[in-house]
């Protein structure tokens, strides 16, 4: 079993930074990425960006240029950096861990960001 604690979420002023943080820890081997992921009030939950752990990452096109993944192997940590925040934004952000080869997903319970002046 594998469990996922976000935190970092927080109220913000448009224009303003915040970054998230994910530490996994439990039955943790073989290859897996790892990511985030955001689900605004009555929206599909919808990607935001992903990291192997060679440091491979791919973003929404929403993020791009705004948004920061990296990830800390060692700790079994993943970190979203988010510049130049949105209302667009606000939503719950979900850390999730990908196993290659089993193809199994495990979720964080969610940090909640907002937006807003």
């Known amino acids: 079993q594998v469990q996922l604690v976000e935190s970092g979420g927080d109220l913000v002023q448009p224009g303003g930074s915040l970054r998230l943080s994910c530490a996994a820890s439990g039955r943790i081997s073989g290859a897996y990425f790892m990511g985030w992921y955001r689900q605004a009030p009555g929206k599909q939950r919808e990607l935001v960006a992903t990291i192997t752990s060679s440091g491979t990452t791919n973003y929404a096109d929403f993020a791009k240029g705004r948004f920061t993944i990296s990830r800390d192997n060692a700790e079994n940590t993943v970190y979203l950096g988010m510049n130049s925040l949105k209302p667009g934004d606000t939503a719950v952000y979900y850390c999730?861990?990908?196993?290659?080869?089993?193809?199994?997903?495990?979720w964080g319970r969610g940090t909640q960001v907002t937006v807003s002046s």
């Open positions: 999730n861990l990908h196993f290659v080869l089993t193809q199994i997903d495990y």
